[in-house]
């Protein structure tokens, strides 16, 4: 490795700027970058760094099979050179490739200063797991060097070049190690630009692996992240700035906007933002960031929910408040002959401690009207056909509301129930943004609990109620599922871990429950390929990120 003189960065101020950009709004992504720059000229950086495609914003998708559509981007670089002045400039952008190669478009970098380019970096390592599909639309670049700015040798990598190192990863996905190549050439500061998705726990993680990187290299790092929601995918934003010896130096706002100053070399305290304080604060802020984004990005301004009287319905109604203001969220209450008295209470105390719009729309007499409809029905024997035509009228009711007032359906379903079919199809998966269909049962409690710590938003008695579809007597969720603790962890272990049956078996589950629950997600892969789009929280969500067949064998 080539011997580094530091002594240049001591007066290098850098910035990141951690935008959230809307897919495809090229003129909106410039003006927001621009104001940053001179947000961060005016602080005295002399670098601002953006993340991973912030021209575009990320993941673009099948967008970038439209010719228009990589030229809108090359244009926006183009402005953004000629009007950013003052502050040199690292950002993501598409590159067209102009070589022979599988695809012709690069995911890069480009550095540039008063109008001139300076460097350009091309994203090596090209993921096609979980939620990324990178090498269906990029070339892989080839192997980068370090660039001399301001005297200082910059070591630039995108988002997934970092996630190779030998010793966080013992089973690596790539055989080349980007990072490694430039500190072996003598890089004095690392900057990765990232579009790294959010799910549970990840932050921390990333805070171990970039910090190990520093430390092993003994080299500044700086790391720059999206933020906002892009469809079900979230990202928590969080940039970093660490010491040569692997310390902690600087951290922006997670789940907001916002701009990071880092010196690389001084080692007075600098800015660093809290981080969540436990999972249920991490995720519930993900769900806000999620939903508001969602509802907004989509060009709506209100959403609609329809309260049961049970906790998804409250945590969902929770998240959508804060997310658009109670104002924004109207909620329907809609009881059948089965429902508790005691729901009739709690939906109008959630709603009134929400500030929410609340109606209530009895459907007994719609659901006899179906009953009479045909000979098939029949009310003595009160199968699932007829629990079914009860969330079916409450769908319907929901999607008449949403056309009538251009209101959002957020539907209420959690992960758990997802997983196991324990939905009606154009019933209660009725909606545009399935805002906890990642989120577990029991995780769905203990937000709620968080919700309510300094405060009882939620009525205690939703929380504590025993859990119920209340579509036929005196029913119960565990009536026909294992209790939700064992539930959640039987799935977390076939979804997430991938386990095989018997593996789960051998953690001390019942193999006939085990057997029944992998049946279950099995069977009902159908309903989840017609569900509303989910916002991912978990490290496997069902969506975009969990591509499994429909017609198939049950898998072991």
Known sequence: MKKRNHGCMYMVRIAAGQINPIIGDFEGNCRKMEAVANKAREAGCRLVVFPELAVSGYPPRDLLERRSFIADNLNAVERLMDNIQGIAVLLGYVERNGEPGENNLYNAALLFEDGRVLHKVRKRLLPTYDVFDERRYFEPGGESTPVVWNGLRLGITICEDMWNDKEVFSARKYRVDPVADLCRQGAELLINIS????????????????GSVAGRYKVPVFYVNQVGGNDGLLFDGASLGFHSDGTLAARAESFVEDLLVFEPMEK???????????????VYRALVMGTRDYVTKCGFKKVVIGLSGGIDSALTAAVAAEALGAKNVSTVYMPSEYTSSDNDEDTERLAATLGCGYQVVPIASMF?????ASEIFCREEHGVTEQNIQARVRGTLLMAFSNKTGSLVLTTGNKSELAVGYCTLYGDMNGGLAVISDVPKTLVWDISRYINRGKEVIPQR???KVPSA???????????????????AILH???EQVMAPEEIVARGYDAAVVADVVRRVEINEYKRQQAAPG?????????????????????R
């Open 195 to 210: 579009a790294s998705p959010f799910n549970a726990g990840k932050p921390a993680f990333r805070e171990d692996l970039i």
């Open 470 to 488: 209340e579509l036929r007597p005196d029913q119960s969720d565990q009536d026909e599922l294992p209790p939700y603790e064992d539930l959640d």
């Open 535 to 555: 916002l991912r929280v978990t490290i496997k969500a069902f969506g975009c990120g969990r591509r499994y067949p429909i017609a198939k064998a049950i898998a």
């Open 493 to 495: 272990a076939y979804v």
């Open 268 to 282: 007075s305290p600098q800015r660093i933002a809290p981080a969540s304080s436990c999972v249920e604060e991490e």
């Open 462 to 464: 939703i929380i504590d």
């Open 368 to 372: 006899d009207a179906f009953l009479g």
